[in-house]
Nanobody
Framework: QVQLVESGGGLVQAGGSLRLSCAASGGIRTLSDMGWYRQAPGKQRELVSSITSSGTADYADSVKGRFAISRDSAKNTLYLQMTNLQPEDTAVYYC???????????????WGPGTQVTVSS
């Protein structure tokens, strides 16, 4: 199956920036839509941004103009550049991908374990 591993989270002051990465591995045959979700304490997981295999991106209203999603298909890696971070951006950020492997050649949704982003005021 596809393994997703996020990195780049941490503690930052309000107004600061972070860049999250998500590396996909595991005999990948296809990766189609990929995205970033986040879950703050006591809240439901929400979609932050998504990107198709052709590069079409979409964003939650709360992050438009501050976050930028991108992907490197050659490296099977997803990125999220986050700028002007605010305390309300504090959450665990999860990488999500729809893909298939040579051993499991039908599309399945995969999740990473998450990376913590904490923004102090």
């Amino acid at each position: 199956q596809v393994q997703l591993v996020e990195s780049g989270g941490g503690l930052v002051q309000a107004g600061g920036s972070l860049r999250l990465s998500c590396a996909a591995s595991g005999g990948i045959r296809t990766l189609s839509d990929m995205g970033w979700y986040r879950q703050a304490p006591g809240k439901q997981r929400e979609l932050v941004s998504s990107i198709t295999s052709s590069g079409t991106a979409d964003y939650a209203d709360s992050v438009k103009g501050r976050f930028a999603i991108s992907r490197d298909s050659a490296k099977n890696t997803l990125y999220l550049q986050m700028t002007n971070l605010q305390p309300e951006d504090t959450a665990v950020y999860y990488c999500n991908a729809v893909g298939s492997t040579w051993g499991r050649p039908y599309e399945t949704t995969y999740w990473g374990p998450g990376t913590q982003v904490t923004v102090s005021s």
